[in-house]
């Protein structure tokens, strides 16, 4: 299978959660990372200071956080294909570390 191999130039936070992110070939794509803020990593960057804080890593060509949050500059780019199954899977994490209330 031949996985294209994507690389982010630059980024704008543009919202909240929402960033405008671009990569070497020129495509621009517009991100709501919201729906996925959830669970152990990615849940912290719900803190508005904390999600400013990204920065591209020069070396894979990815944004990165602070707290070592990333996404794989590939996901960013198929954004639109993968946006759905990304958010699905942060609703198990938050699942996962929400404490079932005692009867």
Do not use: C
């Not at 982010?8 to 803020?37: K, N």
């Amino acid at each position: 299978m031949n996985h294209a191999i994507h690389r982010v130039t630059d980024f704008e936070i543009v919202g909240p959660y929402s960033l405008r992110v671009s990569f070497e070939d020129g495509m621009s794509r517009g991100i709501d990372l919201e729906p996925l803020l959830e669970g152990e990593l990615y849940g912290p960057l719900r803190d508005p200071d904390l999600f400013k804080g990204v920065h591209i890593d020069s070396e894979v060509g990815t944004l990165v956080w602070p707290n070592g949050a990333d996404f794989d500059p590939a996901t960013l780019y198929d954004w639109p294909k993968v946006a759905e199954e990304l958010t699905a899977m942060a609703q198990g994490w938050r699942m996962a570390t929400e404490t079932p209330e005692k009867a």
